[in-house]
Nanobody, 121 residues
């Protein structure tokens, strides 16, 4: 099994910054894409940022220029630096990873438990 553990959420004032981290552990042969999603009350879960195994990144239009995703392939971690935060960024943020187990030929989707980010004065 694989576990994704997030950290770094919390309460921040508008214009502030937070850094989310996610560490994958368990039976890991390789990881392809890693990403961050978020879900606000009453809304569907949406992609925030994605990074491929080659380092290609993709961002939601609403966070471009404010958020930066990065990963450490050796450590199986992915981070999300969030700057210039707005109240509409308030949501539960989830880490996601596509993981291939040792000896397997397919990738399975794993999710973290979520971390709350609240942007409010």
């Amino acid at each position: 099994q694989v576990q994704l553990v997030e950290s770094g959420g919390g309460l921040v004032q508008p214009g502030g910054s937070l850094r989310l981290s996610c560490a994958a552990s368990g039976r890991i042969g390789s990881i392809n894409d890693m990403g961050w999603y978020r879900q606000a009350p009453g809304n569907q879960r949406e992609l925030v940022a994605l990074i491929t195994s080659r380092g290609t990144t993709n961002y939601a239009d609403s966070v471009k220029g404010r958020f930066t995703i990065s990963r450490d392939k050796a450590a199986n971690t992915v981070n999300l630096q969030m700057n210039s935060l707005k109240p509409e960024d308030t949501a539960v943020y989830y880490c996601n990873a596509g993981v291939r187990a040792p000896g397997s030929t397919t990738y399975d989707d794993y999710w973290g438990q979520g971390t709350q980010v609240t942007v409010s004065s």
